[in-house]
Each structure stands twice: as C-alpha cells, then as structure tokens.
C-alpha cells in the first residue's frame, strides 16, 4: 500500500461550475495537505481569484460557462495577460476527446485527468507538477511547459 502524498504550504485554485465537484475536488486536495484551497463557479471569476489570489496551482474544468476553460487558459498563458502564467494547470474533462486534448496540450495544460477520477488520479497529477516540474518554453504569445521527451531528453544530455 502506497502511503498517501503531502502537498503542504500549497493553495489551489479549483474551476467547476458543479459545486459538488468542487467539493470533491477540494476534499482530494486537503487530504493531502493542501488546506488552501479557492473555487470558481466559470472562468471569469477564475481569472479575477488568479490575480488576486496567485494560487499555486489550478485545478480546471474545460466545459465552463461565462469564460470557457480554453479561454482562461489562453489567457493564463500569455504573459502579457496573466498575473502567473507559468502556474501548473490540471485539466478537468467529462469527454476527453482527442482534438479537445490536442487543443489543451496546445495551449499549454500541464496534465489532464478524465472525470470522473479516484484521488490515487488526482494526487499521481500533483506529483507531477509539483516534484517534476517541466521547464516553460514560449510558442507564439503562449508560456506552455515543454513536451515530456523534450524535457527528459535535455535532463539526460
């Protein structure tokens, strides 16, 4: 039995427009030591928690009302918009089809995870972002983190 992570002195920033998923969502979060945890209903009030707040991650939804998880993510990533735009993005999909995953990745998500999801998911996510972080490369006006075979062919070399 793996014991379970900590993520302590960490705050997140959890994106659904379902309540109850933010709920869950936050409940994965603090079991690991995450006990900061901001929500948003959409994006719009994502973005405004995002440059109040400058949360350490976020965890977002793709389907939101108000300003869709695409749009914030654009604007995450261009830094002449953002207030972070290096911050790990974890994305949320109910239908992780294939050109909406090209399309994150594109815009420079750090992981995603298919709803709905075990915390053992969620938590394999956050190590990622957090213990092996990937180096941020510019592409056009997005910061989006480099590709993992980039970045492991450049740690080996």
């Not at 830094?79 to 911050?87: F, Y």
């Amino acid at each position: 039995m793996i014991a379970t992570p900590t993520f302590p002195d960490f705050s997140a920033l959890v994106v659904d427009e379902s309540l109850y998923i933010r709920r869950i969502v936050r409940d994965m979060l603090m079991r690991v030591g995450i006990k900061r945890v901001l929500e948003a209903p959409d994006g719009a009030e994502a973005l405004g928690v995002l440059a109040e707040s400058k949360p350490d991650l976020t965890i977002i939804d793709w389907d939101l009302a108000i300003l869709s998880g695409e749009e914030f993510i654009r604007l995450a990533r261009t830094p002449t918009t953002s207030p972070c735009p290096t911050i790990p993005i974890i994305l949320m999909l109910a239908q992780p089809r294939r050109n909406v995953v090209d399309r994150a990745v594109s815009l420079g998500v750090n992981e995603i995870i298919a709803k709905p999801f075990s915390p053992k998911t969620l938590w394999s996510r956050l190590d990622e972002v957090i213990n092996r972080p990937r180096p941020y490369g510019q592409v056009k006006s997005l910061l989006r983190p480099t590709p993992r075979a980039a970045s492991l062919g450049k740690a080996l070399g």
